[in-house]
């Protein structure tokens, strides 16, 4: 299948796996390349320079195929070391970068120079647009029902991504509630140029997870996320569990006068313990309703090739059915 993101990442099919902490290690990023998509490995969780350019090296030891990395710009007291992670990248060879939070802008300039392609995450048609006036490349736009920030408008997919079609010139891909062929073709139909999964990659053999994460997405219905650090404008959407219950107790006992400190148990420096230990109920951690479509592990390559199967199935027997009823 060949859209404008394929021709653009020089990718087989239009999936990308987002970046996600603690999740998007070269194990996983390299299996979505080689089946096929585009994977994403997560800068912030290397943390530094150098540990971002031994985890590059690692996968291309594991793929020849395009990869990515995720640069995320936070609102920090202590910053990682920005100009470097960017420059370990251009290093590095890496060509597609996903940038998320904050505007982009003050790093594209070297990301251009260096031929490499940027697609920004956005959750509101506004954003889009601002990304593709600063020169993005491509934007990744997320609705209502993704795991992690879904912004503060809480428009879903089914509005968001024709608003989006409507707006943009450059190319885009569907995020939030992306799982199976149903999920890229409909994204395809409301003008994307593919998908971007998270949470259905994490329920894959090769996310570099503790077990327990993965079988509690495959336990878990569409009911069964929470939305929390609303109060503070940094909406997150969670997977409940009892840190989450807690820390909207919390949020409801605080009202106007919650601050991140009152909370900075359940969502700081948990990710480690949760993605790594398995320990799930120590805190906070992303994950997006399409939870309630995710009934398997399968490898990245199962996945993405049911995904294509099933897309191809809709649309030449499906929906051309339809045209000649």
Known sequence: MKTRITEM?????????????YVGFAELAAAVSNAGGLGI?????QGTPEKLANEIARCKDMTDKPFGVNL?????????????????IIEGGVKIVETAGNNPAQVLPFFKDAGVKVIHKC??????????????????????ECGGHPGEDDIPNMILLPRAADELEIPFVAS????????????LAMGADGMNMGTRFIATQEAPVHENVK??????????????????????????????????????????????????EQVAGVYPRIMMEGD??????????????????????????????????IITKRLTGFQNA
């Not at 490995?41 to 969780?45: D, N």
Request: aromatic content about 4%.
């Open 9 to 21: 990442f020089g990718i087989e099919h239009p999936i990308i796996q987002g970046g996600m902490h």
């Open 41 to 45: 490995i997560t800068g912030l969780t």
């Open 72 to 88: 995320t710009f936070l609102p920090t007291v202590n910053a990682p070391d920005y100009p470097g992670l960017v420059r370990t």
């Open 123 to 144: 959750t509101s048609v506004r954003h889009s647009l601002k990304a593709q006036s600063i020169g993005c490349d491509a934007v990744s736009v997320d609705g209502f």
């Open 176 to 187: 939030g509630g992306m799982a199976d062929g149903r999920s890229l073709v409909a994204s």
């Open 215 to 264: 079988k509690a997405i495959v336990a878990a219905s569409e009911l069964d996320t929470r939305l929390v650090m609303r109060p503070l404008r940094n909406t997150e959407r969670v997977m409940t569990n009892d840190a989450v219950e807690e820390l909207l107790r919390i949020e409801k006992e605080k009202g106007a006068d919650l601050k991140f400190e009152d909370i900075i």
């Open 280 to 313: 799930m109920d120590a805190g906070a951690w992303s994950c997006g309703m399409v939870a309630g479509l995710i009934n398997d592990i399968p490898t990245c390559k199962e996945l993405i090739d049911s995904i294509m199967a099933e897309a191809e199935e």
